[in-house]
C-alpha cells in the first residue's frame, strides 16, 4: 500500500521541474567531484533546496537537503586520491549545516506565506460578509421608508377630517402617532445616509454657508421640542454681544443636520429644568460651533467611542423619572461623517463643574472668496 501511494506521487509531480531540480544536482554533483576537495560547491545546493521546498513541499524539501548534505559530506573521503586536511573538513561542516539552515528556513517560509494567504481568505470573506450585510441593511431601510410615508399621509388624512368628523382627543391620539411615524422615518433616514457614506462617500453641495443662520434655525426648531422636556435653549454669540456671521464653504443640508443633531444630542441628555446653551465663535482660522449642556457628563473611557457607529453614552442623570430619551447612536456617526467631510474637527469634553460640551470647528472661508462665491450662489 506505501509503495502504491509514492507511485501515485511520483506519477502525479510534474516531471520537468523533478528533470530541472535533478540536473541541478547532477551539475554541482559532477563539479564537487571532479575538482579537489579544498573546493566546496555546496553551498549552490541551497539553491535547488529552495525551489524543491517552492514546487513540492515539506517532504521533498527534507529529503533534497538531506542529499545536499550528504553528497557535500562525502567529498571528504570520495573519490578518495587526497590527503584529508582539517580546514577541509570544517569547510565542508560549515556548507552542510549551512544547507541545513536553508531548507529549515524555507519551511518556515512556505508555512509563514500559506498562513498569510489563509489569513487573506478569511479577511475577503469577512469583507464580502459585512459588504452583504451593509447591502441587506441599506435595502431593508429604503423598503421600510415606503410602508412609513404612507402610514404618515393616512394620518394626515384623518387628521384633516377626509373620512369623518375627529373629535378633539382623537386629534391628540393623531397628532402622536404623527410624531412617532416621524421619528422613525427620520431615523430610517438617518441610517440609510449612515451606510450609503460609509460605501459611496458624502458628496457635498458646496457653497458659502453662515453657521449663525443655521445655529438660529436650529433653536427655532427644537424650541418647542426642548420645551416640551421643559429644557431652556439660548444662543450665544461668543465675545460679542451681537449677532455676526460665521462663513464657511460647505453644505448647508449636511451641517444643518450637524448642528441639529449636536443640539437633539444635549437635550436628550439634559435634565428636566436643565438650560441647553449654542456658542458661536470666530477664530484665526476657525468658525467653532458648541453645544453645551448641563447634565452629568461623559466617563473618561467612553471618549474614544463617542462618535462610533450605533454607539450610546451610558451614564448617571439622576432619577429614571428625570432622563430624556436616548437617541439611536447614529446622529454623532453621521455629525463626523459631514464634518470630516468638510475639513473639520468634532470633538466632546466634560464641562466643569458638570455638563458635557459637543462641537465642531471647521476652516474659515476667506472674505474675499466668500464673496465671489456668494455672488455666484445668488446668481
Same mark, same amino acid.
Given at each position: 500500500?506505501?509503495?502504491?501511494?509514492?507511485?501515485?506521487?511520483?506519477?502525479?509531480?510534474?516531471?520537468? $521541474?523533478?528533470? %530541472?531540480?535533478?540536473?541541478?544536482?547532477?551539475? +554541482?554533483?559532477?563539479?564537487?567531484? &571532479?575538482?579537489?576537495?579544498?573546493?566546496?560547491?555546496?553551498?549552490?545546493?541551497?539553491? /535547488?533546496?529552495?525551489?524543491?521546498?517552492?514546487?513540492?513541499?515539506?517532504?521533498?524539501?527534507?529529503?533534497?537537503?538531506?542529499?545536499?548534505?550528504?553528497?557535500?559530506?562525502?567529498?571528504?573521503?570520495?573519490?578518495?586520491?587526497?590527503?584529508? !586536511?582539517?580546514?577541509?573538513?570544517?569547510?565542508?561542516? *560549515?556548507?552542510?549545516?549551512?544547507?541545513?539552515?536553508?531548507?529549515?528556513? /524555507?519551511?518556515?517560509? &512556505? $508555512?509563514?506565506?500559506?498562513?498569510?494567504?489563509?489569513?487573506?481568505? !478569511?479577511? =475577503?470573506?469577512?469583507?464580502?460578509? %459585512?459588504?452583504?450585510?451593509?447591502?441587506?441593511? &441599506?435595502?431593508?431601510?429604503? #423598503? +421600510?421608508?415606503?410602508?412609513?410615508?404612507?402610514?404618515?399621509?393616512?394620518?394626515?388624512?384623518?387628521?384633516?377630517?377626509?373620512?369623518?368628523?375627529?373629535?378633539? @382627543?382623537?386629534?391628540?391620539?393623531?397628532?402622536?402617532?404623527?410624531?412617532?411615524?416621524?421619528?422613525?422615518?427620520?431615523?430610517?433616514?438617518?441610517?440609510?445616509?449612515?451606510?450609503?457614506?460609509?460605501?459611496?462617500?458624502?458628496?457635498?453641495?458646496? =457653497?458659502?454657508? #453662515?453657521?449663525?443662520?443655521?445655529?438660529?434655525?436650529?433653536?427655532?426648531?427644537?424650541?418647542?421640542?426642548?420645551?416640551?422636556?421643559?429644557?431652556?435653549? /439660548?444662543?450665544?454669540?461668543?465675545? &460679542?454681544?451681537? $449677532?455676526?456671521?460665521?462663513?464657511?464653504?460647505? #453644505?448647508?443640508?449636511?451641517?444643518?443636520?450637524?448642528?441639529?443633531?449636536?443640539? *437633539?444630542?444635549?437635550?436628550?441628555?439634559?435634565?428636566?429644568?436643565?438650560?441647553?446653551?449654542?456658542?458661536?465663535?470666530?477664530?484665526?482660522?476657525?468658525?467653532?460651533?458648541?453645544?453645551?449642556?448641563?447634565?452629568?457628563?461623559?466617563?473618561?473611557? !467612553?471618549?474614544?467611542?463617542?462618535?462610533?457607529?450605533?454607539?450610546?453614552?451610558?451614564?448617571?442623570?439622576?432619577?429614571?423619572?428625570?432622563?430624556?430619551?436616548?437617541?439611536?447612536?447614529?446622529?454623532?456617526?453621521? @455629525?463626523?461623517?459631514?464634518?470630516?467631510?468638510?475639513?473639520?474637527?468634532?470633538? =466632546?469634553?466634560?464641562?466643569?463643574?458638570?455638563?458635557?460640551?459637543?462641537?465642531?470647528?471647521?476652516?474659515?472661508?476667506?472674505?474675499?472668496?466668500?464673496?465671489?462665491?456668494?455672488?455666484?450662489?445668488?446668481?
Amino acid at each position: 500500500m506505501r509503495n502504491l501511494k509514492l507511485k501515485l506521487l511520483i506519477n502525479t509531480l510534474p516531471t520537468g $521541474k523533478i528533470f %530541472m531540480i535533478g540536473t541541478i544536482f547532477m551539475l +554541482l554533483a559532477f563539479l564537487e567531484y &571532479s575538482t579537489p576537495n579544498d573546493y566546496v560547491f555546496g553551498y549552490l545546493y541551497s539553491g /535547488s533546496i529552495v525551489l524543491v521546498n517552492y514546487w513540492f513541499g515539506g517532504m521533498a524539501t527534507r529529503s533534497a537537503t538531506f542529499l545536499a548534505v550528504c553528497l557535500t559530506i562525502l567529498n571528504i573521503w570520495i573519490p578518495g586520491n587526497e590527503s584529508i !586536511q582539517a580546514f577541509t573538513i570544517a569547510n565542508r561542516f *560549515i556548507a552542510a549545516i549551512a544547507l541545513i539552515f536553508t531548507g529549515f528556513l /524555507s519551511q518556515r517560509l &512556505s $508555512k509563514t506565506q500559506q498562513t498569510i494567504a489563509l489569513t487573506q481568505n !478569511q479577511l =475577503a470573506a469577512q469583507e464580502q460578509l %459585512m459588504r452583504l450585510r451593509e447591502d441587506f441593511a &441599506s435595502t431593508l431601510t429604503h #423598503d +421600510l421608508k415606503t410602508p412609513i410615508l404612507g402610514a404618515i399621509e393616512t394620518i394626515k388624512a384623518f387628521q384633516q377630517e377626509k373620512f369623518g368628523a375627529v373629535s378633539p @382627543s382623537q386629534q391628540k391620539v393623531l397628532a402622536t402617532m404623527a410624531r412617532s411615524h416621524q421619528t422613525s422615518l427620520v431615523l430610517l433616514e438617518t441610517l440609510l445616509d449612515v451606510y450609503r457614506n460609509d460605501i459611496e462617500g458624502l458628496k457635498l453641495n458646496l =457653497a458659502p454657508v #453662515d453657521l449663525v443662520v443655521l445655529a438660529e434655525t436650529a433653536v427655532s426648531t427644537l424650541t418647542e421640542f426642548a420645551a416640551n422636556r421643559r429644557i431652556h435653549i /439660548s444662543l450665544n454669540y461668543g465675545d &460679542s454681544d451681537w $449677532k455676526r456671521s460665521l462663513w464657511v464653504l460647505g #453644505d448647508t443640508v449636511q451641517l444643518q443636520r450637524v448642528v441639529d443633531n449636536l443640539l *437633539i444630542n444635549a437635550i436628550n441628555h439634559s435634565l428636566r429644568g436643565d438650560r441647553v446653551e449654542v456658542v458661536l465663535e470666530s477664530l484665526l482660522s476657525y468658525q467653532v460651533v458648541k453645544v453645551l449642556d448641563t447634565g452629568a457628563g461623559i466617563p473618561p473611557e !467612553q471618549f474614544p467611542h463617542l462618535f462610533e457607529r450605533f454607539y450610546q453614552v451610558h451614564s448617571e442623570y439622576g432619577s429614571l423619572s428625570q432622563r430624556q430619551a436616548k437617541g439611536s447612536g447614529l446622529g454623532l456617526y453621521l @455629525s463626523r461623517q459631514i464634518i470630516e467631510a468638510h475639513h473639520g474637527i468634532i470633538w =466632546a469634553e466634560n464641562r466643569v463643574p458638570n455638563g458635557a460640551i459637543f462641537g465642531f470647528n471647521l476652516p474659515v472661508l476667506p472674505f474675499q472668496s466668500a464673496e465671489i462665491l456668494n455672488t455666484a450662489y445668488l446668481k
